[in-house]
């Protein structure tokens, strides 16, 4: 099957909103543009994402009363230094002093405890609630139809699959429940303190909607230095999958001095982005702490003046100062969770659009069961296009009609981009007509079970797909019922057999990532046995022309004969002896059928077939001789 991706992947797409800024760098899918949510749909989306953290409601709740119980732990402390210096020491009375100091020892260790213990049990729940996310986040991208991949490039998915779930997850562990707490905090303080002495209070927050306006100043900043991160993150992510999964390229044309220049480039503009946050993080930082020490020197300054005057104890001035101290971090941290909160809420949107994202081949709500042998597969005036709003340049199938028999072997050709690989796509459901029918035994394929009929599929594509495992995790492909037995013998009818046995650990042997550490030739054997061991109704087979040696093309031949001649197969050919095996081809033409019969009865005709045919075989010794041979005959 033609790799798409490229192509597609540059075409513009007005559905997908999130379309990727194409950076300096040149790297291709970099960076998304972040979005300002409103609150209504902050709101909408917090419901969302508390019906993840629903299950585990009782672990949350727990913490959320852990909360108050913490903070009345912290603000007892500095009342009981009052109590210390008024009632014990100024008087010259230690005899209660002890207990006093254990209480607020004990004040200590409680508050710590509960905060330890709000901590872990809410990390376990998010982290539940978190996984469960990722969990139907991969369980969804995985029922996608094969076309939402080719519009959606893989750097921008895997930035949402990680980097955004990363960012729910920082806002979780660091920020959400502990703002709760912090307001808890904030707002006990300024009760305590109108309590105690409601006019040193008054003046006390005089700075307070001063350092409001600072904070609400530098959160803009932050917020904006904080969404360029995101976009330098993607940016960076794009770049590395791509010259990855491109290295051979990447070495074969000696770009990696350009890569890496490229590389250097967004990395830098990334380094620029972080110092940025952390220049405004750390102005914010010693601005709260300025405003919060002057606010101590109009204690001390006010305060001393009433405590000379005797209109305010020692302790309570020392009581006060104390409380301001605590008042002023949970100010502070306020303002950087609120950005961790904003942008876990904008990550959080771009989750939940994945997840709506309902891009998949329709199921049958009531299917028909699939006919368990004699396939008769029909194309019934079959219109195509890649595209969901057709025009008429965009055709890529135009009303083809032709029928598969039982146990027949077709073979598909014609000039590339003549469509081939798209009628397998089509067969295999990978995709669904536009216009027209595709049958079995006069059914339309849209009837049946989507995962039982593509079961009755088996496909050996060109490039010859293997995951990372061992060879019986690749030939099986996770399917225990396929015997030992059975897969043995699979591998004996291709002749992959020997190829695997010559391995010391046999079927158990590793294979690396895309099969890398295998040789083109085994890859196609290994490839070959899988289909087999599927035992599939109908073999669909994308003839590798891979160049190997001889020997193996001899053996390769073989086997794919073999394949053939078990069940139904439709065979996009380019092998010779491949075509002259098929009982009919059929010769494709800009989406439609200009020829078909036999091999003999194609040449005969001396149309676009001979042509094809002397084009595309002519690199087969006996090819030429046989044209003319069989026309004079
Ligand atoms: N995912 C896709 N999105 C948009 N257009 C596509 C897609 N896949 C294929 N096409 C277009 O459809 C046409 C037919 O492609 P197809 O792969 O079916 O041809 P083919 O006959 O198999 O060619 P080849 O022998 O080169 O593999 C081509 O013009 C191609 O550009």
Redesign the pocket.
Known sequence: ??D??T??NQ?PDSTDELKPERPSGGAIGSGFKEQTLGNTTDLALAKRLWSFMRPYRVTFFFCLLLLPVASAFGLAQPHLLQVAIDDYLVPRNLDGLPWVVAAFGAAVFLQAGARYLQFVLMQKAGQRALYDLRQRMFSHVQTLS??FF??HPTGRLMTRMTTDIESLQEALSSGMITMVGDIITLVAIVGILLYKDWKLALISFTVVPFLLVLIAVFRHFLRAAFREIRVQIARLYAHLQESITGIEIVQLFVREHISADEYRAINEDYRKANLNSVRYDAMLYAVVEAVGSVTVGIIIWYGSGQVLENVMTIGLLVAFLEYMQRFFVPIRDLAQKYNLLQSAMASSERIFELLDTDDRIPVAAAPTPLPTADFRLEFENVWF???DEPDDD?W??KDLSFAIEPGEKLA?V????????????LLMRL?DVTRGRILINGIDIREFDLNEYRRSFAAVL?DSFLFRGTIRENLTLGDESVSHEELVEAARIVHAHPMITRYSNGYEHLIAERGANLSSGEKQLLSFARALAQQPHVLIL?EATANVDTDTETIIQDAIDKLMARQTSVV?AHRLSTIQKANRIIV?HK?EIIEQGTHQELLALDGHYRTLYQLQYAFDGNAAAEVDATISA
């Open positions: 099957m033609s798409k991706n192509e597609t075409q094969v076309g080719h519009r296009s890649y595209s965009s890529i199938i598909l014609g000039h590339t981009g003549a469509g081939k690989t798209t009628i397998t796509s995709y060109q994308d996009i494709l989406g």
